[in-house]
């Protein structure tokens, strides 16, 4: 069956280091993906999206990579701030244009 | 702009009842999504239309209606409610585009509780 897997534990980080979230998923040919925020009683927002032929993409202090072979997306924030806190998920396609999401990691920065 | 807008914010409701989810959007867009999320889980697609007059189930509709009559509203119905269906549901709505480009626009959210 199709699964999306993604780090369930949360990642704790100090101020001012890379941030590295990982998205494993199998028996997908995505075309492409996505990675949105979500912060707590809010809904997701969209931050990027990869498609397959992308090796890498970037936005400010966000980067994200795809790797189609490892069957593998990771997200990077570098230079993280508190503000960055909040729960990160990643979405593949399915179907002709629904998405299926995956149960997010939480990245906490301290001060 | 609004955006994706959701009604009601939280709501109880007792087993056995029912009830209508309201959800909004105003940026044109012909796809809109229902999905819920429980604690810990990912989002789940209840239900999705591509357009006034189309839906189609995702992956787990049981216990759950929708209707979509025009290109702006999709509300989606629960008519016998159970403890299973206490959630958060989201709806959400992309632009209908070619080439994969279907980023989602989603609400805040609405909280439902059945006891």
């Known amino acids: 069956s199709q699964k999306i897997e993604q780090n369930s534990e949360a990642l704790n980080i100090q101020e001012g280091k890379t941030a590295t979230l990982t998205c494993n998923y199998t028996n997908y040919s995505p075309a492409y993906l996505q990675w949105y925020r979500q912060d707590p009683g809010r809904g997701p927002v969209f931050l990027l999206l990869i498609r397959e032929n992308e090796k890498e993409k970037r936005k400010e202090r966000l980067k994200v990579t795809f790797d189609t072979t490892l069957k593998q997306s990771l997200f990077h924030i570098t230079a993280s701030q508190p503000a960055d806190s909040a729960t990160y998920l990643c979405?593949?396609?399915?179907?002709?244009?629904?998405?299926?999401f995956g149960k997010g990691t939480m990245l906490l920065v301290s001060p | 702009n609004a955006g994706v807008t959701q009604t009601p914010k939280f709501r109880i409701l007792k087993i056995g009842q029912s009830m209508t989810l309201q959800c909004t959007q105003d940026m044109n867009h012909n796809y809109m999504y229902w999905y819920r999320q429980d604690p810990g889980m990912g989002l789940k697609l209840i239900y999705y239309s591509v357009g006034a007059g189309i839906t189609d189930k995702g992956e787990v509709p049981n216990g759950y209606n929708v209707s979509r009559s025009t290109t702006e509203d999709f509300p989606l119905r629960l008519e016998l409610a159970a403890p299973s269906q206490t959630s958060v549901y989201f709806c959400?709505?992309?632009?209908?585009?070619?080439?994969?480009?279907?980023?989602?626009?989603f609400g805040s959210g609405t909280q439902l509780s059945v006891l």
């Open positions: 979405a593949l396609v399915r179907g002709y244009s629904t998405l299926t």
């Open positions: 959400a709505s992309s632009y209908s585009g070619t080439g994969g480009d279907e980023k989602l626009f």
